[in-house]
């Protein structure tokens, strides 16, 4: 079956063992970052970091050797680089910050994501749609409700709520893997 073939019939073209070491990987995350939120966060935060540093100097790279949108690259290039580095020498205070400074719009996000599941979910999309715009709604409330109460509970809450959907994720993933490989 062609890739083509594929994304037409709704197949995934992946691997079975492809997702589910996306499923394995995933429970595994979820599972630290509700255990050991802290670490986690910061472990993770050092990831993004280390990728924003990388992607900044890959689009600055890009400018010579494609020079259309060089000004947008030349601007991420540089915010990037930037960002990577305060992030890679400030790890706690940036595990802090960035969960902080994300909160709002996850929780903004939530709530529209989750009014647009259980809108979807009352049209016609399921049961499975309204439970996860019922819960998006929930965890949007409770991610606005703890901002800016107290930083370092807004951070562990953010690792929680990830660890949570990284569970349930993982999980999915690794049912959707054996199913695929039937």
């Given at each position: 079956?062609t ?7 709704g ?48 689009s ?12 947008w ?16 020498n ?12 994300l ?7 939530g709530?529209?994501?989750?009014v ?36 370092i ?5 953010v ?8 569970l349930?994720?993982?999980?999915g ?5 054996f199913?695929?490989?039937?």
């Amino acid at each position: 079956m062609t890739s083509m073939s594929a994304k037409a019939t709704g197949v995934s073209a992946l691997p079975w063992w492809l997702v589910l070491l996306n499923g394995i990987a995933g429970v595994i995350i979820g599972f630290l970052l509700i255990t050991s939120p802290a670490g986690t966060l910061v472990f993770l935060i050092q990831v993004i970091g280390l990728y924003w540093f990388i992607s900044g100097i890959f689009s600055i790279v890009a400018i010579f050797i494609d020079s259309t949108g060089w000004g947008w690259n030349l601007f991420s290039g540089i915010l990037g680089i930037i960002a990577g580095i305060v992030v890679l020498n400030h790890p706690l205070w940036s595990a802090v910050l960035l969960p902080n400074v994300l909160i709002l719009i996850l929780g903004i996000e939530g709530l529209i994501i989750g009014v647009i599941g259980l809108i979807q979910g009352f049209r016609g999309a399921g049961w499975g749609a309204i439970i996860l715009g019922a819960l998006s709604v929930v965890f949007g409330i409770i991610l606005i409700g703890a901002y800016g109460n107290n930083p370092i509970l807004t951070a562990v809450t953010v690792a929680w709520i990830g660890g949570i959907f990284a569970l349930v994720a993982g999980i999915g993933g690794i049912f959707a893997a054996f199913r695929m490989r039937k």
